[in-house]
């Protein structure tokens, strides 16, 4: 069961730099979407969400964008800070439900 | 800052023993949530909690599960009869959906739970 993929196991970023991760989707019922930041050892931490009726939102360095045609989502993180280095959690849910499907997780590495 | 609580950290057992985790979540929260994490796999849903009922369970969540509200801040998680491959991270979760931020859910630590 894929209904949330995140296809990049990893990604290494220089610092300063635009940091963008990447998340597909299958199910079409899907309204809303969130992104976590996990670090070792701690639960996942919520960063930001989107709802369907949306194609952009934004909070102070993190945006992310959703293109429901393509069924896909990113986050932006820009400017990228070494603290931004974590794994990176792509979450969907339907509006019926509050059950989280989750992605399998980017790891983020920003290089000094 | 209000933040959601698990003890133990980390639990190790014997098959076939009982094991209880729990979890406090942010007071004012109403939804309270059971999620596992399998080393090296993704984090998977087990069950929601609401108006101290079960809302949503997966298919993961069978008889072997049960969930409590004892009291009105600790919310826990027994599994009866633990299984080799009940060993995971457990993640307890809670929200307040009419806040007005569908679905953001806040999350523990985590409970590393080791079955021998």
């Known amino acids: 069961d894929q209904q949330v993929k995140q296809n990049s196991p990893s990604l290494s970023v220089q610092e300063g730099r635009i940091s963008i991760l990447n998340c597909d989707y299958t199910n079409s019922m899907f309204d809303y979407f969130l992104w976590y930041k996990k670090y070792p050892a701690e639960g996942p931490t919520f960063l930001i969400s989107i709802s369907s009726i949306k194609d952009k939102n934004e909070d102070g360095r993190f945006t992310v964008f959703l293109n429901k045609s393509a069924k896909h989502l990113s986050l932006h993180i820009v400017p990228s800070q070494p603290g931004d280095s974590a794994v990176y959690f792509c979450?969907?849910?339907?509006?019926?439900?509050?059950?989280?499907?989750w992605g399998a997780g980017t790891k983020l590495i920003i290089k000094p | 800052e209000p933040e959601v609580t698990q003890t133990p950290s980390h639990q190790v057992t014997q098959m076939g023993q009982e094991v209880i985790l729990r979890c406090v979540p942010i007071?004012?929260?109403?939804?309270f949530y059971w999620y596992r994490q399998i080393l090296g796999q993704k984090v998977e849903f087990l069950v929601s909690?609401?108006?101290?009922?079960?809302?949503?369970k997966s298919e993961i969540f069978d008889d072997q599960f049960s969930v409590e509200r004892p009291d009105g801040s600790n919310f826990t998680l027994k599994i009866r009869s633990t299984k080799l491959e009940d060993s995971a991270m457990y993640f307890c979760?809670?929200?307040?959906?009419?806040?007005?931020?569908?679905?953001?859910?806040?999350f523990g630590p985590g409970t590393r739970l080791t079955v021998l």
């Open positions: 979760a809670s929200s307040e959906p009419d806040r007005g931020v569908p679905n953001e859910q806040f």
């Open positions: 909690f609401y108006n101290n009922e079960i809302s949503e």
């Open positions: 979450a969907a849910s339907g509006d019926s439900n509050y059950q989280l499907i």
């Open positions: 007071s004012n929260h109403l939804y």
